[in-house]
């Protein structure tokens, strides 16, 4: 399964990428080493969106906390950049995609990222990482 980051990336050119104990959703849990993952640069923090695309170096679950009874999954990830995204893609281009049954990769990417705005990994399907690779 293909993957993307939601995140603070202060520098999109960098060959590598660490996020710690991020917060997970849609699956997001389930990346692994050699997965493919695709970067954006979280307009919280001042970024762009879609920056880059990477694989997975290493992954590891963070232990969840005794003291908690709910508590959302995270994952601290290395990643490895393999392409810079060519074409703009952020959440002034997905925003009018609010239709949450049409089935197109821009409504998935919008109702999985921002309709609840917080960082996050996400889990995508086949059909919305093959759009988000037109971006490269």
Known sequence: MPYAIKAEIEDPQAETFVFAA??????????????????FASENEGGQGLVARGVVTSSEATPRRPDLERQTPRVSVSVRRTALAMKRLGRDELKRFKDWQDGRPETELNFKFYRQATNKIIGVSDKASAFLDSFF
């Open 22 to 39: 991020q917060k997970t959703m849609y699956g997001g849990k389930h990346i692994a080493e050699g997965d493919v993952v695709f970067l």
